[in-house]
Every structure is written in C-alpha cells, then in structure tokens.
C-alpha cells in the first residue's frame, strides 16, 4: 500500500508518466523520515525543509499535503507494519512539461508516500568508512544544498566504498577537506570542542547535524566549523555521524585505519547519541 497523488493505492496498481520530469532528469525533491508507532515526530521539521526547497525551485505542479493530512496519511500506511519503525519516504517529482531543461508549463506532478519496514538493529554497529577517490562535494551545486532525486554522486562513492570492503564512503570537499558521507553528517569530539563542516562546504546540512549542534551547546560544548583533514581524525577523541533515520552512529575506521575512540569522547557521545535517540523517536 502506498499514497500517490491523493490515493491509497496498491503498489502493483500505481503508475507515474514516462513523460514525468523526476523519471526523465530527476526533477524533483524527497524526505525520509522515522516513523514510530506510526508517528513521526520530526513531521514539522521534514515538510519545512521540503517547502523551502520548493521555494527554491519553483513550479511545482503538485500538492503536498498539510501537517495533519500527512500525519494521518503515514498512519494508516504504516497499519500493516508489524516493527516498530517505518521508514517513510516522500517523494515529490516537478510534474511533466517544460521546453527541454525549462519547466516552464509544468502539471500533473507527482506525490508519493511509501512506508517500509525499518530494522533498528541492522547496521547499528561501529561504520567504516573508505575515502572517496571519484565523488568531491561542489559549494555551487544546488543539488548539495535540498534533498534531490538526482542522488548519481551519492550512488557511485556508495559503489566505490563497497569495492574497499566499506560500508559508507567518506566524500571529501572541493578543497580536499571532510565533508560527509553519502547519508549523514560527520562529527568529531576532541576535549570538548565539537567539530563538524560549514553550511557553505558544500554538504548537505542535514536535520540531526542541527539538532546535535543546538543541544550540543545546551550542555557547554564548543562549536567549531574549521576545515578538518583527514589526519585530524585519528587524533578525534570520538568521530561519529549522524542522519535523521539512524541517528548517530561511531565511525570504527577509515581506509582499514582503526579510530580509537577516548573515554571522554565515548562518554560524550553516548550523551549525544541517546539525546538525538529520544529526540527522533521517543526514546522507544
């Protein structure tokens, strides 16, 4: 069961347009969210980061649902679930129409909500990490800056990671820098100084990198927006990363180099981790 364009409908019965710009250029924008129990409760902050990235876009031809339809929406999608998590996706493709690159003109935009399955307990563990070679994080992209369909980059340091024996991969700045993995935010501790990348990177400033940094502050941790090398990270009291699905998540190596992590910084980190835990779901 899914929702699309204003209907539940089976999976095997929905249809999208070959001529819809999300399947023909990857026009359009989506949010994944954590549902518990059949609440999200970060559903404010998802629809206000994609209303904004449909400001900047413009000429959406389709209708997102308001807070309270959208909330009652994952709730009956998520009725056949039987974890307690969900992960829900919604998907919002531009519509069909437009000259070429030009979405002048466009309608019958998509809407989609789908709701899976989510296992709490699969890749809970420590992260490695293998350094992208192919992929670098561009300042100017828009791309980098909203949750775009278009997730190519993404994709290919996913494959190379795999090639290393890694599970995510660690993408770098156009100056060589840190600056994220494929899915999350990347953080570091040293002392009580908190390190993570600038908005202006080139990364895409996810919603738990926020919520860390504003409790992070609550409980007299220094923010720093330095540029951070590579090296610098093995002499991290902790590395962590953070994303709005997994939450936070100990990087245990780079590149085969094993990261050890200080007292302090586990301590710490498990503060954080558990803060973000309860933030996102509930504590549950």
Known sequence: ????????????????????????????????????????????????????????????????????????????????????????RLTVSRGQGGLGLMPGGVMDGVVLITAKPFDMAKGAGPLSLSVSARIRRNPWSVASRIKSLNYLDNIA???EAALHGAEDALILTQDGFVGETTIANIFTLRGRVLQTVGDKSGIFAGLARGEIIDWAQSIDLAICYDPLSIAELSQADVVFVCNALRGARLVREIDGQVLAPSQNGLEIYNKIAKHLENSIRGGS
């Open 1 to 88: 069961m899914m929702w699309l364009n204003g209907q539940f409908v089976a999976e095997n019965d929905a249809a999208i347009s070959v001529q819809d710009r999300g399947f023909l250029l990857g026009d359009g924008l989506f949010e994944t969210m954590c549902a518990t129990n059949g609440k999200v409760k970060w559903l404010s902050r998802h629809i206000n980061r994609l209303s904004q990235s449909i400001e900047k876009l413009g000429e959406f031809s389709g209708s997102v649902p308001g807070q309270a339809e959208l909330a009652d929406i994952i709730a009956h999608l998520c009725q056949d679930i039987v974890t307690p998590h969900a992960v829900i």
């Open 157 to 159: 340091a996913r494959q």
